[in-house]
């Protein structure tokens, strides 16, 4: 089976180019490079010309390494998630605690990588690394391999979504330019909702913003240790099956 090119540039098993002079690029520095771009500017910023000059190269010197703008993107982003730390002592649920956070501290880094689509399972170095450490955690309970699976792809998927839409959260927070920005932010989505949710249309809604739940921020983290710990319970109860 051949492979895509990206994945083998990722996994080592492209050949170097043997024609013309020794390059002075490698992929490791482009891919290094694109990050950069993207971290400081966005991922619509990264192009083939615009990773070129930060490293003061000819666009066309990079295609000696990458066939394509998509395939530097498939590479920056398993670059950007890095390895996943060294697995924590303990139960699964230990392991799988730290597991989510290790995870989470990843990819709040560098949050332009969450706009790369996710398809299917890992195939790229560093999220197989992660995807393997997930799977060992569950080592010695009465799950299924495929089960293993299931149960690593749905903690992923949480902490994906957490860190995404805590990442927009937290850019609006900042634009507020507030001396409590999270206090001020959840102030202003109370205010505006009562005034665009009719009770009549929205009366559970309505019910949420009188309770008080927005008239104090909680701690950044509460909500995300809300969901995880609702998420491992129900993976315990499918363990204990």
Same mark, same amino acid.
């Given at each position: 089976?051949?492979? #895509? #090119?990206?994945?083998?540039?990722?996994?080592? =098993?492209?050949?170097?180019?043997r024609?013309?002079?020794?390059? !002075? =690029?490698?992929?490791?520095?482009i891919?290094?490079?694109?990050?950069?771009?993207?971290?400081?500017? !966005?991922?619509?910023?990264v192009?083939?010309?615009? $990773?070129?000059?930060?490293?003061?190269?000819? #666009?066309?010197?990079?295609?000696?390494? *990458?066939?394509?703008?998509?395939? =530097?993107?498939?590479?920056?982003?398993?670059?950007? +998630?890095? #390895?996943?730390?060294?697995?924590?002592?303990?139960? +699964?649920?230990?392991k799988?605690?730290a +597991?989510?956070?290790?995870?989470?501290?990843?990819?709040?880094?560098?949050? +332009?990588?969450?706009? $790369?689509? *996710?398809?299917?399972?890992?195939?790229?170095p560093?999220?197989?690394?992660?995807f393997?450490?997930?799977l060992?955690?569950?080592?010695?309970?009465?799950?299924?391999?495929?089960?293993?699976?299931? $149960? *690593?792809?749905? *903690?992923?998927?949480?902490v994906?979504?957490?860190?995404?839409?805590?990442?927009?959260?937290?850019?609006?927070?900042?634009a507020e330019?507030?001396?409590?920005a999270?206090?001020?932010?959840?102030?202003?989505y109370?205010?505006?909702?009562?005034?665009?949710?009719?009770?009549?249309?929205?009366?559970?809604?309505?019910?949420? =913003?009188?309770?008080?739940?927005?008239?104090?921020?909680d701690?950044?983290?509460?909500?995300?240790?809300? !969901?995880?710990?609702?998420?491992?319970?129900?993976?315990?109860?499918?363990?204990?099956?």
């Open positions: 089976m051949d492979l #895509p #090119p990206g994945l083998e540039a990722a996994w080592g =098993l492209r050949e170097h180019p024609k013309g002079p020794k390059p !002075g =690029l490698t992929l490791p520095k891919v290094a490079a694109a990050i950069a771009v993207a971290d400081r500017d !966005g991922l619509d910023a192009s083939m010309a615009r $990773v070129a000059a930060e490293l003061g190269a000819a #666009p066309m010197s990079l295609y000696r390494h *990458v066939t394509s703008k998509d395939e =530097l993107v498939e590479l920056m982003t398993d670059a950007a +998630w890095g #390895p996943p730390p060294e697995p924590a002592d303990g139960t +699964w649920r230990d799988m605690n +597991w989510a956070w290790a995870m989470r501290a990843s990819m709040f880094q560098h949050p +332009w990588a969450l706009k $790369v689509p *996710v398809s299917g399972l890992p195939v790229y560093n999220n197989v690394a992660w393997e450490q997930g060992a955690a569950f080592d010695g309970t009465a799950l299924s391999e495929t089960h293993k699976a299931s $149960v *690593v792809l749905l *903690v992923s998927g949480y994906r979504i957490h860190v995404s839409t805590g990442a927009d959260i937290e850019a609006a927070m900042r330019n507030a001396e409590d999270g206090q001020a932010w959840m102030l202003k109370r205010d505006m909702m009562a005034k665009v949710a009719d009770p009549a249309r929205f009366p559970a809604t309505t019910r949420l =913003l009188e309770s008080g739940a927005f008239d104090a921020a701690p950044p983290d509460d909500e995300f240790v809300f !969901g995880l710990e609702r998420i491992l319970d129900g993976i315990a109860q499918l363990i204990s099956q």
